[in-house]
Nanobody, 115 residues
């Protein structure tokens, strides 16, 4: 059974920084992609950033230049460094692991950015 454990969310003032972590465990033989999604109240879940097994990255336009996704292959952990946070970044952030044939999601971590 694959599990994802997220950490690093919290409350921060606008302009501040947070670093999210997501550690995967279980039988994982191949990773297609790991990524971060977010869902704000009343809105659909959206991609924030993703990194493929080969290391290619993809970012939402709204976070380009402010957020950085990275991965530690040995620990099967993905990170999201979030700088210059804005109130509109407030959401529950979910980690996603894509493997051949399946997608796995973390439980979500709340990020709140105050004015």
């Amino acid at each position: 059974q694959v599990q994802l454990v997220e950490s690093g969310g919290g409350l921060v003032q606008a302009g501040g920084s947070l670093r999210l972590s997501c550690a995967a465990s279980g039988l994982i033989f191949k990773i297609n992609e790991m990524g971060w999604y977010r869902q704000a109240p009343g809105k659909q879940r959206e991609l924030v950033a993703a990194i493929t097994g080969g290391g290619s990255t993809n970012y939402a336009d709204s976070v380009k230049g402010r957020f950085t996704i990275s991965r530690d292959n040995a620990k099967i952990t993905v990170y999201l460094q979030m700088n210059s946070l804005k109130p509109e970044d407030t959401a529950v952030y979910y980690c996603k692991l894509g493997v051949p044939g399946s997608d796995y999601w973390g439980q979500g971590t709340q990020v709140t950015v105050s004015h």
